[in-house]
């Protein structure tokens, strides 16, 4: 018995992908001989099981069902087949882009996933088509007339020159002893605009900015004050205009699940049980023991359950609302995945009551599936997060430029395509797409230093769905291992001209082509080495290759194996690329207008 499901091809599921609550989906299962029943077993996380029994088509010759799909939330689903009294399970296949195989072993079925939303989320124009750039503040630019370092902090020390490698000082216990800072400021920052736009550049992403301790400032002092270091409120207003002027965007860094030990709220609340701010927090022995991030005392976690608190920022008066008015575009929240539901919505509703849609969360999965404490979070509903850092991007981006076979490379373009199918349109074009955070190794040094691999990384990044993101650096060569060596400070002067040349072409080609924002997504597998990332809509199609092999490749229609296009689609890109030359270590991007296709035709 043979029986064939794809859940990206329309004839066996319609729609594809994400639905929104409300909506039927129409499941059909091809099986080539007659069989006792079929039945579809549908799922909803925290809910029963659910079987509805699947009707033979004689028209179609297919065992169909279609069910309105009412509510919210995550689902699960597989076929099961009767046939001579034996049951058999129809499962999503590993690695095979939708498919799904048989299997009689009841013990582990891999179910194939349905994400329902209540409603899409916005969509900024400015952000949807942009290209993003992180900064981490202290180590891009010093814009005071002779480099002097302002707002210096006790109990911490001053690097000689930008050249210098950061390096933790701690004490006897392991705890830092001193913080070491570079001086970079806002300032700095607003004088580098040109730079940035020349790259492509259409929005910043700072890490934290507000008053603190460490040089990450992920430890808040003071959520209403900018950090000397860095500069004045004024400093932000003039970062802002200028941004603006320059039809660019600000994006700021939200730290609310914890805070400094140093913070006047923490020590305030440690120093009497009365203060406003004792309730802030979970004391497990006051004043000494109290539940903080990770187990680091330095970051004690505020109650985020506390309504004063969460009035704190969310309130009309409160941080966000602070800051948000004077022109802030975004906001990026750290450890979303700490804070509780209600939370995100009460951050959600007061920024869209200051005119402020971009809302992305800090969530290192998949987060269509993500679970804390074993509670499901509802990352995808519509009403919280409005997308994600997309870290899942980042870890296939690598799997598949250091793929030892093609097995690896498919289970990589495997791992696209499940994000493609488990995220919402909209939500998935909103996630913050990175090769590279202030989190993770530098690029170029995960990549062995191999600057045309960078650039290839680039290039995936830059096709595939969601917000192209650049981490400060990576653009120049800037190399680093684990945190503090990924935060050295940008090498001006000593910049990579042919990655910041590969940046700013990739930034042209994504602004000039709309399938790179909001195509449909495919894959063209060549050789080992060789593939292609395809995005097409009803006007054109735009394909991304590569070449990571030592050698120059003339492409060959006859080799190409296509997945998760159309037929037509598939026919045009073999045209679109066979007999193309692709060199050793390169990549093109090639476009056809299928409006000119059709009249040829």
Not at 438 to 460: C, N, Q, S
Request: glycine share 6%; hydrophobic share 35%.
């Amino acid at each position: 018995m043979k029986a064939t499901f794809n859940s990206w091809d329309g004839k066996y599921r319609q729609p594809f992908g994400a639905i929104q609550a409300g909506t039927s989906v129409k499941w059909s299962v091809a099986i080539d001989e007659e069989v006792q029943e079929v039945t579809l077993w549908l799922t909803k996380i925290n809910e029963d099981d659910m079987a509805y029994p699947m009707t033979y088509n004689s028209e179609t010759k297919m065992y169909e069902t279609s069910i309105r799909i009412g509510t919210s939330g995550l689902y699960y689903y597989y076929f099961n087949i009767k046939q001579n009294n034996q049951y058999y399970f129809l499962q999503r296949a590993r690695d095979q882009f939708g498919e799904a195989e048989l299997t009689q072993d009841s013990t582990d079925v891999r179910t194939f996933q349905l994400t329902c939303y209540d409603r899409q989320v916005p969509q900024e124009p400015w952000y949807a088509q942009g290209v993003v750039y992180q900064i981490f503040p202290d180590r891009f630019n010093n814009g005071n007339p002779h480099g002097e370092i302002t707002g210096r902090k006790k109990n911490s020390f001053l690097y000689a020159t930008p050249e210098d490698t950061p390096y933790y000082i701690k004490d006897e216990h392991g705890a830092m002893a001193r913080w070491d800072f570079f001086g970079g400021n806002l300032k700095g920052i607003t004088e580098k605009v040109p730079y940035l736009k020349k790259l492509g550049v259409t929005a910043i992403y700072l890490n934290p900015i507000f008053m603190a301790s460490s040089n990450h400032r992920y430890d808040t002092q003071d959520f209403m004050k900018i950090d000397p270091m860095l500069g004045t409120e004024q400093d932000l207003q003039e970062l802002i205009q200028t941004l603006h002027d320059n039809k660019m965007h600000l994006i700021l860094d939200g730290v609310f699940n914890h805070v400094g030990a140093d913070s006047e709220y923490f020590l305030k609340a440690t120093q009497d049980k009365n203060s406003d701010y004792f309730s802030w927090f979970n004391f497990i022995h006051y004043p000494d023991k109290y539940q903080s991030w990770w187990g680091v005392t330095t970051l004690p976690e505020v109650n985020k359950h506390n309504k004063q608190y969460v009035n704190y920022i969310t309130g009309p008066k409160g941080v966000l609302a602070k800051w948000t008015k004077m022109q802030v575009d975004g906001w990026r929240l750290d450890v979303a995945d700490e804070l509780p539901m209600e939370f995100l919505r009460a951050i959600r509703d007061r920024l869209q009551k200051e005119n402020c849609q971009l809302v992305i969360g800090e969530v290192w999965e998949d987060a269509s599936h993500k679970f804390v404490n074993s509670e499901f979070r509802p990352y995808m509903a519509g009403d919280n997060l409005t997308g994600v850092m997309n870290y899942p991007m980042r870890n296939l981006i690598i799997n598949l430029l250091q793929a030892k076979d093609e097995a690896g490379e498919i289970s990589a373009m495997n791992d696209l395509e499940k994000l493609v199918e488990n995220y919402p349109k909209a939500f998935l074009e909103n996630c913050l797409n990175n090769i590279g955070t202030h989190d993770t190794e530098r690029i170029k040094t995960v990549l062995g230093g191999d600057e045309e691999l960078v650039a290839m990384a680039f290039g995936l990044m830059f096709a595939a769905p969601g917000v192209p993101c650049i981490y400060y650096g990576d653009e120049a060569g800037l190399i680093g291992g684990k945190d503090p060596d990924n935060r050295r400070c940008f090498p001006w002067g000593k910049e990579s001209h042919f990655l910041e040349e590969t940046v700013s072409m990739l930034a042209s080609a994504r602004k000039a082509n709309p399938a790179l924002v909001s195509g449909k997504v495919g894959f063209v597998k060549i050789r080992l080495g060789i593939n292609a990332l395809v995005r097409y809509n009803d006007r054109e199609i735009v394909v991304y290759c590569y070449n990571r092999t030592n050698e120059d490749v003339d492409l060959d229609a006859s080799e190409m194996r296509t997945y998760c296009l159309p037929e037509m689609i598939a026919d045009l890109v073999r045209d679109l690329l066979d007999q193309e030359v692709i060199a050793k270590k390169d990549f093109l991007l090639k476009k056809a207008d299928m409006m000119e296709k059709e009249e040829r035709k």
